[in-house]
């Protein structure tokens, strides 16, 4: 869907899987959870929906990679919501720098933004949504980082906070075979 209320396809969700040791009062670790479809997306839509890859465990990013967060969330502070799907090309930052500016980072999330702001997620809205990173060369996509926290919304050196998929990927295969 890139435009709101114009849906192909609404599917129903037979059950959602919370990560056990998530708990929205510490800080929002553990920020994951899995929808299983009571059934599979109809072929129609295959050219319309393409996969992104889970990560190994071991996969890790570049300063290479173009990393993309897509969403419905707010645009900015303003709460003005978009009526087309929005996307930012944002960066991903180190584990020190990140940690350096949320205290609260654990080693199961990571930042990614652009120093000005002016590109970001919005936790308003845009939750749970994809941080997807381009091999380089135009490889294959990934799925990075699952949109979790941030303070407000696009402000200056103040980068969102991801669930980094990567510390999940033997979790999520555990649930899905």
Not at 41 to 51: E, K
Request: with cysteine; hydrophobic share 35%.
């Amino acid at each position: 869907m890139l435009t709101q209320g114009s849906a192909k396809y609404v599917a129903e969700i037979q059950r959602i899987v919370v990560h056990e040791y998530y708990n929205a009062y510490n800080a929002f670790d553990y920020d994951i959870a899995l929808l299983q479809l009571k059934k599979s997306w109809p072929p129609s839509l295959s050219p319309l929906v393409q996969p992104v890859c889970l990560p190994s465990s071991s996969h890790t990013v570049t300063e290479s990679h173009r990393c993309w967060v897509t969403g419905w969330g707010y645009r900015s502070e303003d709460k003005v919501l978009p009526s087309v799907l929005q996307e930012a090309e944002v960066s991903i930052l180190s584990q020190n720098d990140c940690k350096k500016i949320h205290s609260l980072v654990s080693p199961r999330m990571l930042c990614a933004g652009v120093p000005s702001g002016e590109r970001d997620a919005c936790n308003q809205g845009d939750s749970g949504g994809p941080l997807s990173c381009q091999a380089p060369g135009g490889g294959r996509w990934f799925l990075i980082g699952i949109v979790s926290w941030g303070v407000g919304c696009g402000r200056e050196n103040l980068p969102g906070v991801y669930t980094r998929v990567n510390k999940f990927t033997s979790w999520i295969y555990s649930h899905i075979s």
